[in-house]
């Protein structure tokens, strides 16, 4: 299939999807042969397409709660706000709006449409020398294996050794095809694939990469101990941040910085694959991320994290909203809301490995090596604890206080939600009516449209 440059917009299971019409803007040029190899290099340039990543595990996490009755009544004003609401609110259906496809769904999809294309199309290209393309190749993989691990935590029920087997994943397409019938493939095949993709690629990569939009060896490694984190492989989890970190291992000090020196995302060197949420900027209303009172409690005005990545109510030039919502889209350069691997998430993947091990002052070390770099060093008290269920809890509570609207506290939230430690019923009220999360509650897995269901009856819905 010779096709890499007349990529249409309609998407495998998908329907249309824009984010092809950069290629088309590309490819009609006239300058570029489909067989060549460098084309799939320049392809996988293209940041649209490769960094972009999902919204609606921020909207559905606990570090927001909008309380502000002037921000619901804006939310309410728009069909364009139906999907934030539905997602706040843990609906069982998110895209409702009349032919709205989900923006989550089309643009992870997308991404590993092309994936596959470079993977496939790239071995019989001319021009390229083997090295090349096996670089190439790699990244795909890389950037694959990411979408996939994303897809599966947000259209899937948690890993569960017991159960992964036989679990409802996601479809699991690895060709260029657009007229294949498609059905979920079991989560344990998903993750499979993640970790096949990842361990086939790395060796491939350099160990980092001229630019944080490309993936790297620190980078597979890095989305290997996600995965394994994800999967409960604690120990192996541990180990491959280690190899990430062996490779990239730099903390922004925030006691030496301001928010006008803060490093811009492309150029933050604690990012390790920089993966940005492919809708416009969250940090404006009405769909700006309210903080909680739980999550500003654990923070404490002391944290820089406080003072650089939230703003009070009042810069919004409203008397209408009240507490503080999440800046770190604003600062150093807008949409610097990673949600890719970084080395406070390697850091803090080794710790919650080493507590779970039983070492208390190893997993304190490592969480404590994060906290140096969040606090003056006068504010600065370290993390303590006694018995090994203690340092976890302090860890998780670490992970939230760094990772917070950045999607991966709604993955923990997932993960976490049958551990005793960390149980919870969460409720939030949006318009005068409360709605409430169990732990054993259905909505922890996002629907899959029907949309989607209607050309491919054999993806079944999700509970």
Same mark, same amino acid.
């Given at each position: ?115 596959? +294309? ?20 790699? %990244?795909?993989? +890389? ?29 699991? +397409? ?162 610097? =809301? ?6 406070? %998430? ?9 507590? =779970? ?16 770099? =969040? ?26 206080? %760094? ?49 989607? =269901? ?10």
């Amino acid at each position: 299939m010779k096709q890499v440059f007349n990529i249409i917009t309609s998407i495998i299971l998908l329907s249309a999807v824009t984010g092809c019409k950069k290629y088309v803007d590309i490819k009609t040029q006239g300058s570029l042969v489909p067989q060549e190899t460098y084309n799939f290099r320049y392809l996988l340039n293209n940041t649209y397409t490769f960094e972009a990543t999902v919204r609606m595990p921020d909207m559905a996490a606990d570090d927001i709660n909008i309380i502000d009755s002037a921000q619901m009544a804006q939310l309410a004003t728009s069909t364009f706000y139906t999907y934030f609401v539905n997602a706040y609110t843990w609906q069982p259906a998110v895209y409702t709006v009349l032919g709205e496809s989900d923006a989550e769904w089309d643009r992870m999809y997308n991404l590993i449409y092309n994936c596959n +294309v470079i993977i496939t199309e790239t071995p019989g290209s001319t021009g390229g020398t083997d090295s090349l393309k096996n670089v190439i190749i790699a %990244e795909a993989k +890389v950037h694959r294996a990411d979408a996939y691990l994303t897809l599966v935590n947000m259209y899937a029920k948690p890993y569960n050794a017991a159960t992964a087997n036989t679990d409802e994943g996601v479809p699991l +397409v690895t060709a260029p095809t657009l007229d294949a019938k498609l059905s979920r493939a079991p989560v344990a095949e998903v993750y499979k694939l993640i970790i096949d993709d990842l361990t086939s690629a790395y060796a491939y990569l350099p160990k980092q990469n001229l630019f944080n939009t490309l993936p790297s060896r620190a980078a597979a490694f890095a989305i290997l101990a996600r995965a394994n984190l994800y999967m409960g492989n604690y120990e192996q989890a541990g180990n491959w941040a280690d190899s990430s970190l062996a490779i990239q291992n730099t903390l922004n000090n925030l006691s030496t910085l301001t928010t006008f020196s803060y490093p811009a995302r492309l150029k933050d060197p604690e990012i390790i694959l920089s993966k940005i949420s492919h809708a416009s900027s969250n940090a404006w209303m009405p769909t700006a991320f309210r903080l909680s009172d739980s999550l500003l409690n654990l923070l404490g005005t002391n944290d820089l994290r406080y003072s650089f990545f939230t703003i009070p109510a009042s810069d919004f030039s409203s008397t209408l909203y009240t507490g503080r919502f999440f800046s770190k889209e604003r600062i150093g350069s807008y949409d610097n =809301r990673n949600l890719g691997p970084s080395v406070p %998430e390697m850091i803090l993947i080794k710790a919650e490995a080493l507590a =779970r091990k039983g070492d208390v002052s190893g997993a304190l070390a490592k969480a404590n090596t994060l906290r140096q770099n =969040r606090f003056t060093t006068a504010a600065y008290t370290p993390l303590t604890a006694t018995t090994a269920n203690e340092a976890l809890v302090q860890v998780i509570k670490e992970r939230q206080r %760094e990772f917070f609207c950045r999607g991966l506290r709604w993955f923990d939230m997932r993960r976490l939600k049958n551990d005793p430690l960390f149980t919870q019923t969460i409720t939030r009220k949006f318009r005068g009516v409360t709605y409430t999360l169990e732990p054993n509650s259905n909505r922890y897995v996002f629907p899959i449209s029907d949309y989607y =269901r209607q050309f491919n009856p054999g993806i079944t819905a999700n509970p």
